[in-house]
């Protein structure tokens, strides 16, 4: 619904009178600027696809000799103060704890955990994300 209205603001300014009509602008990707929280998200997310385009790579799609980088989140500062509430403080350790997991026993269910962390944070924090994290989850055996 957003979407549709952006995209009807967008193109509400265009009209056959107007000397030039470019496209419809889209949100970016970073909606709210890139803080030192927000950009250890985005290195998070950058570094589940790698693994996952990886494991999809290796025709037996094995997961042994994997391992992911564990981002320090408490103490970044946030996009938005409100963001660093009880829920994060209690979440962010158990996203550290199933890196740990992941990096001990590398396998489709502690890649799955580490994915479930982040969804299991972002719902008591930022919601925005949701459909993204949904995307890393890992189906290969």
């Not at 829920?87 to 799955?112: C, G, K």
């Not at 995307?135 to 290969?140: D, L």
């Amino acid at each position: 619904m957003a979407a549709a209205v952006m995209l009807a603001c967008a193109w509400a300014s265009c009209s056959p009178q107007a000397e030039s009509c470019s496209a419809p602008k889209l949100a970016p990707n970073q909606p709210n600027g890139s803080s030192p929280l927000a950009s250890n998200m985005v290195a998070m997310d950058g570094q589940l696809q790698a693994t996952m385009e990886a494991v999809m790579a290796d025709p037996e799609h094995r997961w042994e000799g994997r391992s992911l980088m564990s981002h320090e989140l408490l103490g970044l500062e946030p996009t938005d103060g409100s963001m660093i509430n009880a829920h994060f403080e209690e979440h962010a350790p158990l996203y550290t704890l199933a890196i740990e997991q992941f990096n001990a026993a590398p396998s489709t269910q502690t890649y799955n955990a580490v994915v479930q962390a982040c969804t299991d944070c972002h719902l008591g924090t930022c919601p925005g994300p949701l459909e993204r994290i949904a995307k890393r989850r890992s189906e290969a055996h």
